[in-house]
């Protein structure tokens, strides 16, 4: 029962490079998220999915990019890092109207960009 | 947008204490959940609380859904040495996306053997 599958867990990156971080669910979830998370401010959301194919701006979008190509994959790409995405990156997933019942989250990504 | 607030920020206890911890919104939500995260890993869901009043327990975690709505509190009884890690509210913003959580920004919990 694997759930929730973030790659890679550790990643240091130099300012202007690019990255993607891949999540993975194999509960058949229709909702898939990213997060990111700072030290004293939560987990703040950064783009969002309700389907195979759509994608959805959240509350801190900027300097990302999203994909959701098949149901079970989402996505999240930096285009050009920047120090300020040094941060801890969690996916989580739901059914469709249970969000009730909370998410299921991943292990996290940390990503280090200097 | 949207926030929570949480309190306190962190708590350093011994084991064996109660310990009690806080979430407000100056809206009105009809969903409310408790989180913990452990070092290294994921927010796990604790408890979820969907009626004004409610009150529900796991185990020795006791938490409370606001009469109105606009509050949750969580209690730990007689804290253990892996009761650390850092707890977040959260709660169901229908106003956003369907189904989207906005967090408390934590209240991490040490506790002392």
């Known amino acids: 029962n694997a759930g929730v599958t973030q790659t890679p867990k550790f990643r240091v990156l130099k300012t202007g490079q690019s990255m993607t971080l891949l999540c993975a669910q194999d509960?058949?979830?229709?909702?898939m998220y990213w997060y990111r998370q700072d030290p004293g401010m939560g987990l703040r959301l950064i783009h969002y999915?309700?389907?195979?194919?759509?994608?959805a701006k959240g509350e801190v979008p900027d300097g990302y990019n999203v994909s959701r190509l098949k149901k079970q994959n989402f996505l999240l790409g930096l285009e050009s890092a920047a120090p300020s995405q040094t941060s801890v990156y969690f996916c989580?997933?739901?059914?469709?109207?249970?969000?009730?019942?909370?998410?299921?989250f991943g292990s996290g990504t940390r990503l280090t960009v200097v | 947008g949207q926030q929570l607030n949480q309190s306190p920020q962190s708590m350093f206890i011994q084991e064996g204490e109660d310990v009690s911890m806080n979430c407000t919104s100056s809206?009105?939500?009809?969903?409310w959940l408790w989180y913990k995260q452990e070092p290294g890993e994921g927010p796990v869901l604790l408890i979820a609380?969907?009626?004004?009043?409610e009150l529900t327990s796991n185990g020795r975690l006791t938490a409370q859904f606001g009469i109105t709505r606009k509050d949750s509190f969580l209690n730990i009884s007689a804290s253990i040495p892996s009761d650390v890690g850092i707890y977040f509210c959260?709660?169901?913003?229908?106003?956003?996306?369907?189904?989207?959580?906005?967090f408390g920004k934590g209240t991490k919990l040490s506790v002392k053997p």
């Open positions: 989580a997933s739901s059914f469709r109207g249970q969000g009730t019942n909370g998410y299921t």
């Open positions: 509960m058949n979830h229709e909702y």
């Open positions: 999915s309700v389907g195979e194919g759509t994608t």
């Open positions: 809206s009105i939500f009809n969903t």
């Open positions: 609380l969907y009626k004004a009043g």
């Open positions: 959260a709660v169901l913003n229908y106003g956003g996306s369907q189904g989207n959580l906005i």
